[in-house]
């Protein structure tokens, strides 16, 4: 089945620096790549997806990167604020919604004011 | 969005005994949802597919008898903890597509289980 592995655990960054979470993935026919933001006892929240026919996406201050090849995906956060703080989760399934994805441990992010 | 509703929020209940959790969706329906448990600081971990008018389909190391689902019907599935243990407190979180042929999943708010 599919593995997918998540670094850092832990991020800590300044207001207003970057932030990149990166993933592997062990499946080669994965193509559809979510990264959810989840705060403290709250639902996880889809924050922006890639699937595999497209490089790169970006939305606002959010980009995420894929390398199909490599079999990693990132996710970069520019200009953070503290309200970025949260553990963000990657995850990697077959497209469709009948289609488990699987978990990357989590990045807790902490962006210091 | 689409809106997935869990009840309850929190949930206290004595060792020995059993505790039901129900998981909706509002505005679409799923004949599909998922079943997970999270720890604290850890990621999502499925529990089980739980099929609308079919058995679920529990992961490996995941009880059945312990862990009762039931999806009868197309906006509704229910996750009973049987006989809980201190163990078993977690937070439960379920989710589903709101269409099986896109890719989104949608969360529940999630159910914070404490076993005493």
């Known amino acids: 089945g599919e593995n997918v592995e998540q670094h850092p655990s832990t991020l800590s960054v300044q207001e207003g620096d970057s932030a990149v979470i990166k993933c592997t993935y062990s499946?080669?026919?994965?193509?559809?790549f979510p990264w959810y933001k989840q705060e403290l006892g709250k639902r996880p929240q889809l924050i922006i997806d890639?699937?595999?026919?497209?490089g790169e996406k970006k939305d606002q201050r959010i980009a995420v990167t894929l390398n199909k090849t490599a079999k990693h995906f990132s996710l970069h956060i520019t200009e953070t604020q503290p309200e970025d703080s949260a553990v963000y989760f990657c995850a990697a399934s077959l497209s469709g919604g009948s289609y488990i994805p699987t978990f990357g441990r989590g990045t807790s992010l902490i962006v210091h004011p | 969005g689409a809106v997935v509703s869990q009840h309850p929020s929190r949930v206290i209940c004595k060792s020995g005994t059993s505790v039901k959790i129900e998981c909706r969706s509002l505005?679409?329906?799923?004949?599909?949802m998922f079943w997970y448990r999270q720890f604290p600081k850890q990621s999502l971990m499925l529990m089980a597919t739980s099929n609308e008018g079919s058995k679920a389909t529990y992961e490996q190391g995941v009880e059945k008898d312990k862990f009762l689902i039931n999806h009868a019907s197309l906006t509704l599935s229910t996750l009973t903890v049987t006989s809980a243990h201190p163990e078993d407190s977690s937070f439960y979180i379920c989710s589903a597509p709101r269409d099986p042929s896109r890719d989104e999943q949608y969360f529940g708010p999630g159910t914070r289980l404490t076993v005493t």
């Open positions: 505005d679409f329906q799923a004949t599909t």
């Open positions: 499946d080669s026919a994965s193509n559809y």
């Open positions: 890639i699937r595999s026919n497209v």
